[in-house]
């Protein structure tokens, strides 16, 4: 897995994102530009406001304070610990308040607003049905209010002017055993708003391959699957996810960077995993600030989603939990514009990726990058010459 394929001279690739324009971009510009969104997860992207609203609604007590501000702050330093475990940990209060359908409709209209207002034309949210079923709800019904949700929040946001398309992606918890269930589920739902099967969950003694039987399904059925490899427990989750699973999509893959080693002189060895991953163009759902957070990273300057660009990787950019990172996708873009130099045209390659990347079906993609994303960047571009 570690044995080295020959060199990649990074100064010679087609886009070197540090070597476009050193201007950090502005947050006005960030917003306005359209942006997609692969990798989002809905219960790590509450209003805070509206936790505690629901929290007295359900009866749901543990809050550690009922203080929007406060609680706010309190997500992002609990998630901010540098272990993966520690940030699920997080996510009993946002699943404790999302177990009614008016609950988990409420949180799904929300999410397609604030991404909406945030300048996303696109997004793939994430959200696992077996976390809600604590009051008696069934994994359809659970599914159909946040399909429910998404649809309202769509309405709204295309009311106030930000159209945006939002799909759902089923995850399956990797240390349950329901992966069969909820894979038979995305096909019931695949023509109702669901694109694609995910696992998540605690990776190290969770390996993908206990869920087999669910990808071997999907599989037979012709389903998108994506799966969270390569954030906590480095190459051997990416190699079994991508080896045996059949993922299309690598959620996160930031240790896909252990297969890579830089000389001194800046040229770079891929290693056989590493070479097959680009060479497929698997594509990585990169959370730069989530990264951090769960120690994946060392920091936003030394995230390699610098190298991975350079390489040439199918690199996109997302928030992974906006609540517990404190993010949007304009924060991310800034913090990377600020990092590495990042303008437009690095912005503009990267949503472009994301929609290539997207599970939706091929006239969609293309429709979206072609009138959408490719002439709002030239705007943008022409109003910054």
Known sequence: MSVETGPIHPVSTPRDPRAGSRAVLSEDVVRRAPKALLHDHLDGGLRPATIVDLAAETGYDRLPTTDPEALSSWFVEAADSGSLVRYL????????VMQTPDAIARVASECA??????????????????????????LDEVVDAVLAGFRDGEAAAAAAGHPIRVRALLTAMRTAARSREIAELVVRYRDRGVVGFD????EAGFPPSRHQDAFDYLRG??????IHAGEAFGLPSIHEAVAFCGCERLGHGVRIVDDIAVA???????????????DLRIPLELCPSSNVQTGAAPSIAEHPIGLLSRLRFRVTVNTDNRLMSGTSMTREMLLLSEAFGWGLDEMRWVTVNALKSAFVPFDERLALIEQV?????????????
């Open 199 to 202: 696992i998540a969950g605690a």
């Open 264 to 278: 001194p002189d800046g040229t770079a060895h891929l290693g056989r995993l590493a070479q097959y991953v680009r």
């Open 113 to 138: 607003q604030d991404l909406a207002a945030d300048g996303v034309v696109y997004a793939e949210v994430r959200f696992a049905p077996e976390l809600h079923v604590e009051k008696g709800l069934s």
């Open 221 to 226: 059925e012709s389903c998108h699957i994506t």
């Open 373 to 385: 994303v490719k002439p709002q960047y030239a705007a943008l571009a022409a109003e910054h010459l």
């Open 89 to 96: 940990e997080t996510f009993a209060h946002t699943v404790g």
